[in-house]
Every structure is written in C-alpha cells, then in structure tokens.
C-alpha cells in the first residue's frame, strides 16, 4: 500500500514526500513539473512519480491512480502570481478533491481509504459554532469575492464535510488547518486544536510547514491519531515556546 500525495512539488508537499520516505513508506506523487520538485528525491526506490496535471488526467487514469493507495493527500494550491490567482483553473482543489473522491469509490475498496486535505484557518469548519468577529467577517466576504483560491478551499473542505460527510463506507477524510506558513529547520512542538484559538486575520498564528507535514505524516500512520481527528479540521499551531 502506498501514499498519493497531490500538490507534491509545492513547499509543504514536498516536505511530506521526504518525511514518508524516511519512514520507509512507499509514496506516489502527481507533479506538473519535477523542476521544483528535490533532486534528492527523484530517484528514491519507494517512490512513483507521474508528471502531470491532475485535472488533465483521464477518467481511466485516475482510476488507476488511486488504486494500491490507503491514503490520498491534497496539498494544492495556487501560485501566488496574477495568473495562479486570478487565472484557470479557478476550482483547482476543489475539483481535484471531487475527482480523486470520485476514482475512489469506483475503485470500491475493502477498507476505507484516509484522505487528508491542506487547508487554511480562514476558513471555518460549519459543522461547529466557529464565531469570528463582525470586522473578520467582511475582510472573509471580500477574500470571497478578490481573491477565487480563498473560494476554492472552502468549497474543497465544503465538498469533503458535506458530500462525504461523517459516515461514508469508502472514505474518511480530515481537513488540516494550519496559520500562516513559515519555513523551519526542523520539527518543533506544536500545538492542535479542533477549532481556531485566534483571530485568522487580526491575530494570526503562525505553523511551520515541517510540522504540518509532521502532524499529516501521523494521521497516516497513527491509527489512534487518525481516529481522534477523522471527520473534523483541526487548526495546528506552533507552540509559543517553540
């Protein structure tokens, strides 16, 4: 059994592929170039590799793809230029999300499979009275409306919450959120929540991409981690000593 990890050239994805490599874990990768992806990494034995655009790929194709996979990982996301923002495909995660969910089921497997979505705190897990305040509100309603990859994630998370829901027989899913994204040498403590602690825009914490990839590493492998969190979105955060 191995992992699939979507997203996998980005500053996260990549730092998962290393981690589960490391451990010894068998991973398959969809990448749209290997430019940006680590040269240490391309020639891994336990490592599959298909260049390609994941909405470019054939119903066939991705029913292929999942095949042999007891955990699917979306780290998508969209560049930040003028044309990774505002330009097609506009619903890059979300259809990804729809697709890959969708090779899954036609693939009935005998277990389900886990699949984990990158996320951000902007957005709020409905399924929880999340409150946030009036002024939050209206910079969120203006990110909706300037900014489409805001929209894509929520509809992604949306997609999984609702359309997947809590009890479906094929697959279970959790939705991480992680404050704004800084680089780190290392894993450092960090702290995980079911909902978020703080303001996403006035006061926003900050998580280290290594332990994002370190926490989404232990919901793949951890069954009792898996089973606290599965269903839900949590917010992980650096810890304020770390």
């Known amino acids: 059994m191995s992992t699939l990890i979507v997203g996998a050239s980005g500053a996260t994805g990549h730092l998962l592929v290393e981690e589960l490599l490391n451990q010894g874990q068998k991973v398959k990768i969809v990448v749209r170039s290997l430019k940006s992806f680590p040269n240490k990494m391309k020639s891994h034995a336990n490592l599959s590799i298909i260049e390609a655009s994941i909405l ?28 990774g923002i505002y330009g097609k495909p506009r619903r ?3 259809d990804a999300v729809f697709r890959l969910c969708n090779a899954v089921c ?9 699949f984990i979505l990158m996320n951000t705190t902007g957005n709020r897990n409905n399924d929880l009275d999340e ?29 999984l919450r609702t359309k997947i829901g809590q009890d479906h027989q094929q697959i279970q899913w959790v939705a991480v959120r992680p404050d704004s994204l800084t680089n780190a040498e ?22 280290s991409r290594l332990n994002v990839a370190d926490f989404m590493a232990k919901l793949i ?3 009792k981690t898996w089973d606290a969190w599965k269903g839900k979105m949590p917010v992980i955060y650096n810890s304020e000593s770390a």
């Open 92 to 94: 890059l995660v979300t």
């Open 186 to 207: 290392r894993v450092t403590d960090y702290e995980v929540f079911e909902s978020p602690t703080r303001s996403a825009i006035f006061d926003a914490g900050t998580t």
């Open 221 to 223: 492998n951890s069954d």
């Open 56 to 83: 470019d790929m054939s119903h066939t194709e991705m029913f292929t793809l999942v095949q042999g996979c007891h955990a699917i990982v979306s780290c998508l996301g969209h560049n930040l230029t003028l044309r």
């Open 106 to 114: 036609e693939n009935e497997p005998a277990e389900p499979i886990k």
């Open 131 to 159: 409150r946030i305040s009036f002024g939050q509100k209206c910079i969120i309603g203006l990110l909706r409306l300037m900014l489409p990859p805001h929209v894509d994630n929520e509809k992604a998370a949306n997609y």
